[in-house]
């Protein structure tokens, strides 16, 4: 059984006082088969956290165990993982048959048995034609699916995969997304996702990891994070537009903060009155950018609603079963 | 430059023309005087049509049979001295610094940046500079007049590292990570991925290096005494007598036609190999 435990993981640069911190203390135990989302701003410590799993950056602190193996002293081949790089980083001068090839010669494989899973899985990966090739000689797309084939074919315990989608234009991200999912499932292999990007996050994770600052904020499913979040930054970070946060809402209480999503906002003939400062139109919806007192306040509301005008006053009400309530100085939910 | 004028492209024309006899009369005049008798190429004015009688002379100068007053060595076995020590210095200093690159970039040791000065400082220091210790050396080590005295010396590069591990700095990290993902050790790195990328390179450094080992000429002046192991541009040198009698000159033309021989022909058999490796850097 192949789950993965980050015990207390602390990652420092330099030493002594001046110590650079980026991963303060975190803990997270991922199931055998589950496939999991780290996700968060730039420099958060996600890739670093992932790079720390795949032995390719020194634990200063805690325990990372794959199965029931503690692995903080192992080299990243003898962890019984596979990686897929942002840059795909296939050797250049390879095929794509010998770069999948390339581990599986290195650990001494009998040659036919190299041949069955290369072709295996190039068959999964739709690359069988192309195995003669040279990196330089295939599409952005393919040459993530050979990645991601290189990976495959190691049998690994565990996949890693930092940020593989985001050197793809925006249509070949949501089809890789999908053949991602498809292999999942088909594979069931331990995955840690590493992305900046919230819509992969929501979309690949059966449980997602969401950091800020070396932390962990929410260690949950897609429709926790969304639902309950456990901190203003994941109401914030996740979720297009962010979550609403005021401070002065009609009914707060000092020293707590409402969160309200826009699509929880009704517009009618009652509630908070609010004044429109912009409207967008994205198609299918309407978002109107108004101010609650002095505050900011976004309302999504269908497209075929009657559109207001910059300067109207309306009435919106909110959904009393959708109302979070955060600490205003921790920003921890009440 | 795209721009299209006749009198732009006269005057270019004119340029280059210029520039291409002024680099090939000297050759050519030296190819005429060496078919002619050492007789022939003093007369005033001297012959420049080939004469008849190339191959005598290049069969004089091979096998050193001349009957010159000044050093009638082989040329045939002074040229095969220049290729083991060009081919020594060259493939010794790619070599060597391969390695001390691959050294300097992936290894995090104590004195690493101070070792990458201490090489690059050796820039400053070339053999004439040096070369009154390293004769000194040389020469206690019993290494004169032998293959080792010729290459040895010559084979510690600070500009073939310096180059080797700008290369290796422009190759991604991913890469190295990738192979380690991989299970590939140092040094299965360096010879499965490093240095198939670093082939262009390589072959720009080789013929570089060869020029430069087969060019050789104030070194081998001083560790070499016995006539079996001169290089053949020094042996040329050997060829004139210092006005006491009258040089084959000829003999001495064939010399100096066979001297450029290998060298231009490393350059045309690896030339675009030459190109692509100073050029384009294929990652």
Request: hydrophobic fraction near 45%.
């Amino acid at each position: 059984m192949a789950s993965i435990s980050l015990r207390n993981l602390v990652k420092r640069y330099g030493h002594g006082p001046n110590a650079n911190q980026v991963i303060h203390g975190v803990n997270a135990e991922v199931q055998h088969g589950e496939f999991v989302v780290i996700v968060g701003p730039s420099g958060c410590g996600k890739s670093t956290l992932l790079r720390m799993v795949a032995g390719l950056e020194e634990i200063s602190g805690g325990e990372i165990a794959i199965g029931s193996r503690v692995v903080n002293t192992l080299e990243p081949a003898e962890r019984d993982i596979a990686m897929v790089f942002q840059n795909y980083a296939l050797y250049p001068h390879m095929s794509v048959f010998d770069n999948m090839a390339y581990g599986l010669k290195i650990a001494k494989v009998p040659k036919d048995e190299i041949k069955t899973r290369v072709d295996k899985a190039a068959k999964i990966l739709e690359l069988g034609h192309l195995l003669e090739r040279k990196p330089r000689e295939l599409s952005g797309g393919q040459r993530q699916r050979v990645a991601m084939g290189r990976a495959i074919v190691r049998q690994p315990q565990v996949f890693l995969f930092d940020e593989p989608l985001s050197n793809l234009d925006a249509k070949l991200r949501a089809q890789t997304r999908l053949e991602i999912q498809k292999l999942h499932r088909e594979l069931g292999i331990t995955s840690l996702f590493v992305t900046h990007d919230q819509v992969e996050a929501m979309t690949l994770a059966q449980r997602m990891i969401v950091m800020n600052g070396g932390h962990m904020e929410q260690f949950g499913t897609p429709e926790e994070v969304y639902h309950q979040p456990a901190s203003t930054f994941v109401a914030s970070f996740i979720g297009s537009p962010p979550m609403n946060l005021l401070q002065h809402a009609p009914g707060a209480r000092p020293g707590t903060l409402l969160g309200i999503r826009p699509e929880h906002l009704d517009v009618g003939s009652e509630g908070w009155e609010v004044v429109v400062d912009t409207v967008e139109l994205l198609g299918a919806e309407r978002l109107i950018y108004a101010r609650l007192g002095g505050e900011p306040l976004i309302v999504r509301v269908e497209e075929g609603a009657l559109a207001p005008r910059p300067g109207d006053t309306l009435h919106v009400a909110p959904r009393e079963n959708r109302l979070h309530w955060f600490d205003a100085d921790s920003g921890k939910r009440l | 430059m795209v721009e299209r004028r006749p009198l732009a492209t006269a005057i270019s024309h004119f340029v280059l023309i210029l520039g291409v006899i002024i680099i090939a009369f000297p050759l050519y005049i030296t190819f005429v005087a060496s078919t002619h008798t050492s007789q022939d190429i003093v007369q005033v004015p001297m012959p420049l049509l080939p004469g008849p009688h190339l191959i005598e002379n290049y069969t004089h100068a091979i096998q050193g049979t001349s009957g010159s007053a000044a050093s009638t060595a082989p040329v045939g076995h002074m040229m095969l001295v220049s290729l083991i020590s060009a081919l020594v210095i060259a493939v010794g200093k790619i070599a060597i610094s391969l390695l001390s690159a691959f050294a300097i970039v992936y290894f995090r040791f104590p004195g690493r940046t101070f070792f990458f000065w201490a090489i690059f400082v050796t820039l400053m220091l070339p053999v004439e500079v040096r070369i009154g210790p390293t004769y000194q050396v040389v020469s206690d080590l019993g290494m004169l007049n032998t293959y080792a005295g010729l290459t040895v010396p010559l084979i510690a590069s600070a500009t073939a590292t310096f180059l080797f591990r700008q290369f290796f700095l422009s190759v991604p990290d991913e890469l190295v990570e990738a192979a380690r993902v991989d299970g590939a050790g140092p040094m299965r790195f360096f010879w499965d991925v490093l240095l198939p990328l670093s082939r262009t390179s390589i072959a720009a450094l080789f013929v570089i290096q060869f020029i430069y080992g087969w060019n050789q000429y104030l070194w081998p002046l001083l560790v070499t005494t016995d006539e079996s192991m001169y290089p053949v541009v020094m042996g040329i040198k050997r060829m004139i007598s210092g006005g006491d009698a009258a040089n084959d000159w000829n003999i001495v033309m064939a010399t100096a036609i066979l001297a450029m021989i290998p060298p231009a022909l490393v350059v045309l058999l690896m030339q675009r190999w030459f190109v692509k490796g100073l050029v384009d850097a294929e990652k």
